[in-house]
């Protein structure tokens, strides 16, 4: 008769022990750097990248300060009966100028991520047809 082999199976193994830990360590890719997501950026689109985030931190501090206005619309109010028109009026024109500025900030930041966005893409697709057609 043939012998049977006979394999024995660690329960430590099967359930994820030591061994198995060190195994999935040393599968999982290495994380890459911040920097290295801006390989494919040259200078303009650093310059792009930079426009886009201080027209972003702009809008951002819009809130705030449309919030501002907006307290000093409502203490104008309460004013004097003969100068809540004229106050009211300044402080309208003040918040479509906020908002206006609001959206052209949004479109600008906008606009510069997307453009950035599309000529990194393109380097990293003429890259990779360069390294597929070697």
């Known amino acids: 008769m043939a012998e049977k082999e006979t394999t ?8 994820g022990g030591e061994e ?12 890459p750097s911040f920097s290295s997501l801006f390989r494919c950026a040259d200078c303009v689109d650093k310059v792009l990248i930079t426009v886009g985030f201080i027209s972003m931190f702009c809008l951002g501090a819009a809130m705030p300060a449309f919030s501002y206005v907006f307290a000093n619309l409502i203490d104008d109010l309460a004013g004097p009966p003969e100068l809540v028109a004229s106050n009211i009026n300044r402080l309208s024109i003040t918040m479509i100028v906020f908002g206006l500025s609001a959206w052209a900030l949004a479109a600008v930041g906008v606009v ?3 453009v950035s ?11 990779f047809f360069r390294t597929i057609l070697r």
Not at 8 to 15: A, C, P, R, S, Y
Not at 20 to 31: C, F, M, R, V
Not at 117 to 127: F, I, P
């Open 8 to 15: 024995t199976i660690n329960v430590q193994d099967v359930n």
């Open 112 to 114: 510069c991520f997307s």
């Open 20 to 31: 198995g830990k060190e195994q999935d360590k040393e599968q999982e890719p290495p994380l």
């Open 117 to 127: 966005g599309q000529r990194q893409g393109a380097v990293l697709k003429r890259q």
